[in-house]
């Protein structure tokens, strides 16, 4: 394939990646503890095998092309908005609520709870929420979440405290659907220490959606303008065969 088109096809399929990631986080700027995905770019050489010395290897002739890298998380914190729901918590600050899954521990911004028929306090989704302790068995009856994350039965006694850990490294963290995050192998959850935690509130989507926006207009442009350099290589080419024959 001409080098033309390589650098046309290259840079439309990393648009296209990227589109992906601005339109997910469009459909999510209103789910609640939602991290925006970002993009970033790499380059791709054809090989990068070389003789040292003696230029390209064989086969190598080092062209460059655009990538995208995968999507990493933007971490900022969202706003939070007073919600008055006895099960509602945010973080006011760094950490992630811990939940137990079938696929293992994940961690959320999320704090939309309630209680499970058997009395477990679980996310929306109904994955029982870990406490310094385990799983926090709520019991019946009202059940309220209060500052610092302790959480109280209906006759007042503490049952559990929500558990609020961190990552060293942020890159250790990558969506798992359902406003959920899962940890890289090896990576080490640290319990947060005195949490600071807002009852009766939620963290909101951390998405601009004004930016966002933006950037899918000005990537679908970019796309647009991608296609055209290819079909301009494609006509030049064969304008050139036509001539050659």
């Known amino acids: 394939m001409p080098s033309g088109l390589w650098v046309g096809l290259a840079g439309a399929l990393a648009r296209v990646r990227e589109l992906d990631v601005v339109a997910n986080n469009l459909a999510n700027a209103d789910t ?26 064989r086969g190598a002739p080092g062209r460059v092309f655009p990538t995208v ?11 939070i908005a007073t ?8 973080i006011d600050g760094d950490g992630f609520f811990e939940v137990e899954t079938p696929a293992g521990p994940r961690y959320t911004r999320a704090g939309a709870f309630a209680v499970a028929p058997d009395g477990t306090l679980v996310t929306a989704a ?5 406490g310094e302790n385990g799983p926090i068995q709520a019991g019946e009856g009202p059940v309220a ?26 890159a250790a963290l990558s ?6 995050l899962r940890a890289a192998e090896g990576a080490v959850a640290t319990p947060v220490e005195d949490p600071r935690i807002v009852p009766g509130a939620l963290e909101r989507s951390n998405v601009r959606p004004a930016e966002q926006l933006a950037s899918l207009v ?5 796309f647009e303008l991608s296609v055209r350099a290819m079909q301009a290589d494609d006509q030049a080419t064969g304008r050139l065969i036509q001539e050659m024959s």
Do not use: C, K, M, W
């Not at 006694?157 to 942020?170: A, H, M, N, S």
């Not at 969506?175 to 959920?180: H, R, S, V």
């Open 32 to 57: 609640d503890g939602f991290r925006a995905g970002r993009v970033t770019f790499a380059t791709l050489l054809e090989s990068n095998v070389r003789d040292v010395g003696a230029g390209p290897a």
């Open 69 to 79: 890298a995968p999507a990493t998380l933007d971490l900022s914190r969202g706003p």
């Open 83 to 90: 919600t008055g729901g006895a099960l509602d918590a945010a």
């Open 126 to 130: 109904g994955h029982p929420v870990l």
């Open 145 to 170: 979440i209060r500052a610092g994350g302790a959480v109280s039965d209906a006759t007042g006694e503490i049952v559990g405290r929500l558990r609020v850990v961190r990552f060293d490294d942020p």
């Open 175 to 180: 969506a798992d659907g359902g406003g959920l």
């Open 218 to 222: 000005y990537l679908q442009r970019a």
